[in-house]
C-alpha cells in the first residue's frame, strides 16, 4: 500500500458513509446499504398500495399459519394490520404486520415481520 492510497483509504467519507458539503450523512444514504440502492419504505395503506402482491401474500401466510402464535390463539380469531412494507435487495419485501383478537381484547397487539 503506498502512502497516497493510505491516505484516500482514512478519509471520514469512508468510515462515516456519504457525507453532504455540511458534514452530515447524506440524504440518500440508508442505514443498510450503500447510497445508490435506496430502500423504499411504504407505511400503513400506502405498503397496500406499493407492494400489493407481497401484502397480500404476508397476510395470507400470516392467516393460514395462525397456530404460530401459540396454543391459547390457534382458535381465536384475529385482525392483522399493515404496519409497514421495506424493498430490500434481491426483490424482497418485508412486510411488518400487527395481530390482534378480533374482540374482547385489551393490551398491545403483536407484531409479525414477514
Do not use: C
Not at 392483522?80 to 374482547?104: F, G, H, K, Q
Amino acid at each position: 500500500m503506498t502512502e497516497e492510497n493510505r491516505n484516500e483509504k482514512e478519509t471520514p467519507e469512508t468510515h462515516a458513509g456519504p457525507q453532504t458539503s455540511t458534514g452530515e450523512p447524506s440524504p440518500d444514504a440508508t442505514a443498510n446499504g450503500p447510497a445508490d440502492v435506496p430502500a423504499t419504505i411504504a407505511r400503513g395503506q400506502d405498503a397496500s398500495a406499493t407492494f400489493p402482491g407481497q401484502v397480500r401474500a404476508a397476510l395470507e401466510y400470516a392467516a393460514a399459519n395462525q397456530y404460530e402464535y401459540g396454543p391459547r390463539m390457534r382458535d381465536v380469531e384475529l385482525t392483522w394490520d399493515v404496519v409497514s412494507a421495506e424493498s430490500m435487495t434481491n426483490n424482497i419485501v418485508r412486510v411488518r404486520l400487527e395481530y390482534s383478537p378480533t374482540t374482547s381484547f385489551r393490551g398491545d397487539p403483536g407484531i409479525e415481520y414477514l
